[in-house]
């Protein structure tokens, strides 16, 4: 195959319907010229990255609609939008695995061409973290408050399947599949640079273990042990073997 003639064409010409509605001239030109990379590793290195941005984005975007449709109680569309929130995250956990492909060798290089870069600075990232305590506010005050309805209501004494628990799971889904994305990465750092090393701002990789163990609503995780607790006192620490009765 001739290189260069594939080159040139990747990026088309812009000028056709498709191209004009996806903006593909700007989109395929937001990664380094095929002269410029570093070795065959680093445009996917940043097609993922630039990809994760994207998802943070429509994220970003989609927890907006979740928060307002928690303050209208429409569950029905809380439930929806979530879900779509939970697909994207799972195909952001999905994508760090390309870039297991990478020799560390190769990533060695690209680390080179970053700066002092880091995805402690990503413009998604850092605004999702933000969303979660007005996302709790909102369903603590509708969906719990207002119904004078507790977590322990809605999981244990009062259960009934109910909105405010469809909105919990959905609430409580979001927090472990984040949890999970920053397992996967630290998993790929693990892979790629070692946990022993020091991030390109000059702090230890290990840190960020602190993160992967933040729980956005920890009182949707407490619960569940408070129940386990409850429910057990009624035999005790250890159970009977069941064999003996
Ligand atoms: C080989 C691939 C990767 C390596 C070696 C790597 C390495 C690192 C390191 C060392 C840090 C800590 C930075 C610091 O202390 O300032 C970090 C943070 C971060 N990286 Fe990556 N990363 C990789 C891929 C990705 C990808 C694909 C994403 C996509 C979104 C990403 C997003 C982030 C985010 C959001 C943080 C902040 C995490 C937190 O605070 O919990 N990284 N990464």
């Known amino acids: 195959m001739d290189r260069e003639h594939v080159y040139a064409t990747m ?31 680093e445009l996917q290195f940043q097609t993922v990255h630039q990809v994760e941005e994207l ?9 907006l609609d979740v ?11 809380v439930v929806t939008l979530f879900r779509r929130v939970h697909i994207a995250l799972r195909l952001m956990i999905e994508q760090l695995a390309l870039l297991e492909t ?13 700066g002092n870069g880091s995805g402690q600075e ?3 990232f850092r ?19 207002r119904h004078a309805l507790t977590v322990e209501k809605i999981y244990n004494s009062e259960y009934s399947h109910s909105d405010a628990y469809m909105v919990a799971e959905a609430l409580a889904e979001f927090d472990e599949l984040f949890q999970r994305f920053r397992f ?3 998993q790929l750092i693990q892979r790629t640079i070692g946990l022993g090393a020091k991030s390109l701002k000059g702090r230890p990789v290990d840190r960020l273990m602190e993160g992967q163990r933040v729980m956005f609503f920890p009182e949707l995780w407490d619960v569940r042990s408070q129940m386990t607790d409850q429910w ?8 009977d073997s069941i064999g003996a009765h």
């Open 122 to 124: 990503s413009p998604g």
């Open 11 to 41: 990026n088309g010409e812009g000028s056709l319907d498709y191209e004009v509605y996806l903006n593909t001239k700007a989109l395929l030109s937001c990664q380094k010229d095929f002269a410029a990379f570093c070795n065959h590793d």
């Open 102 to 114: 990478m020799s560390p060798k190769e990533y060695q290089e690209i680390r080179l061409q970053l």
């Open 67 to 77: 928060d307002d449709y928690l303050q209208q109680e429409n569950t029905n569309r």
């Open 55 to 63: 998802w943070m984005k429509l994220i970003g975007y989609t927890l």
């Open 127 to 145: 605004t999702i973290l933000k969303m979660p305590a007005h996302l709790w506010q909102s369903f603590r005050t509708h969906y719990l408050d």
């Open 232 to 239: 057990g006192g009624r035999y005790g620490v250890v159970r």
């Open 184 to 186: 996967c990465h630290v």
